[in-house]
């Protein structure tokens, strides 16, 4: 059995959980440097500014909160840590690179970037490689962020065509979804990390895959619905003034 990852420590206890705060000084710092970075490039755009700084908060949450601890327990935590990168630290970040001074370009290579990213970590072999070492488990995340800023930059820009927008933002979860259907029905557990961590908290490991997976094919739609709506209202507006 893999163990788990020295960062944010052991897999914590029910009971000790609300205790498991994240105080990396490197990790804060680091926060702290992108929040100013953003702060600056985004003076004179207060939109821009309020979402990158919420995405800062969210960043925040997902690996200062004891959820980072919990991620060392439970894969369902993991799925949401994951979430929380993806759909919605990412596309708050990406309002910060909305400048129109060339066209939004094709989604295309950003999606399949995305996708990629996220089933490659999701591909047992390299989730334990990500268990097991530092520098293994910040590639993980920075790989899952930057594709991600990459993706909703490309859909969101106000400058994207819309019917290509909203088709790119259809597919991307199309995949979300098949890979949650997987983790839901498969007839086995996936994570041997996980295998002795998942009991103080009442799941097998089995239980624990499939609620990571509910969690993927369920509630991570809703982000993309949101997107899908915002894309569709912006084009409306557009053909509506040109009327």
């Given at each position: 059995?893999?163990?788990?990852?020295?960062?944010?420590g052991?897999?914590?206890?029910?009971?000790?959980?609300w205790?498991?705060?994240?105080?990396?000084?490197?990790?804060?710092?680091g926060?702290?440097?992108?929040?100013?970075?953003?702060?600056r490039?985004?003076?004179?755009a207060?939109?821009?500014?309020?979402?990158?700084?919420?995405?800062?908060g969210?960043?925040?949450?997902?690996?200062?909160?004891?959820?980072?601890?919990?991620?060392n327990?439970l894969f369902?935590?993991?799925?949401?840590?994951?979430i929380?990168?993806i759909?919605?630290?990412a596309?708050?970040?990406?309002?910060a690179?909305?400048?129109?001074?060339?066209p939004?370009?094709?989604?295309?290579?950003?999606?399949?970037a995305?996708?990629a990213i996220?089933?490659?970590?999701?591909?047992?072999?390299?989730?334990?490689?990500a268990?097991?070492?530092?520098?293994?488990?910040?590639?993980?995340?920075?790989?899952?962020?930057?594709?991600?800023i990459?993706?909703?930059?490309r859909?969101?820009?106000?400058?994207?065509?819309?019917?290509?927008?909203?088709?790119?933002?259809?597919?991307a979860?199309?995949?979300m979804?098949l890979?949650?259907?997987?983790?839901?029905?498969?007839?086995a557990?996936?994570?041997?990390a996980?295998?002795?961590?998942?009991?103080?908290?009442g799941?097998?490991?089995?239980?624990?895959?499939?609620?990571?997976?509910?969690?993927?094919?369920?509630?991570?739609?809703l982000?993309?619905?949101?997107?899908?709506?915002?894309?569709?209202?912006?084009?409306?507006?557009r053909?509506?003034?040109?009327?």
């Amino acid at each position: 059995m893999m163990p788990p990852s020295s960062y944010c420590g052991t897999p914590p206890l029910p009971g000790d959980l609300w205790l498991r705060w994240n105080l990396d000084p490197v990790l804060l710092l680091g926060i702290a440097a992108a929040g100013i970075v953003l702060w600056r490039m985004t003076a004179g755009a207060p939109p821009a500014r309020r979402s990158a700084m919420l995405g800062v908060g969210v960043l925040l949450a997902a690996f200062v909160s004891p959820l980072c601890a919990l991620t060392n327990a439970l894969f369902a935590a993991r799925t949401v840590h994951h979430i929380l990168l993806i759909l919605t630290a990412a596309p708050l970040l990406a309002a910060a690179f909305r400048a129109e001074k060339h066209p939004a370009g094709s989604p295309l290579p950003a999606l399949l970037a995305a996708a990629a990213i996220l089933w490659f970590w999701h591909w047992p072999p390299a989730y334990a490689s990500a268990l097991s070492s530092d520098s293994v488990y910040w590639a993980m995340q920075a790989s899952l962020l930057g594709s991600a800023i990459w993706f909703w930059h490309r859909v969101l820009r106000p400058s994207a065509e819309p019917v290509t927008a909203l088709l790119t933002i259809l597919a991307a979860m199309a995949q979300m979804g098949l890979l949650g259907a997987i983790l839901t029905f498969a007839p086995a557990p996936f994570y041997a990390a996980h295998f002795g961590t998942t009991a103080p908290f009442g799941f097998s490991p089995q239980e624990d895959q499939q609620l990571a997976g509910l969690i993927m094919w369920v509630p991570a739609m809703l982000p993309y619905f949101l997107a899908g709506a915002l894309v569709a209202r912006r084009a409306w507006r557009r053909d509506l003034s040109l009327a």
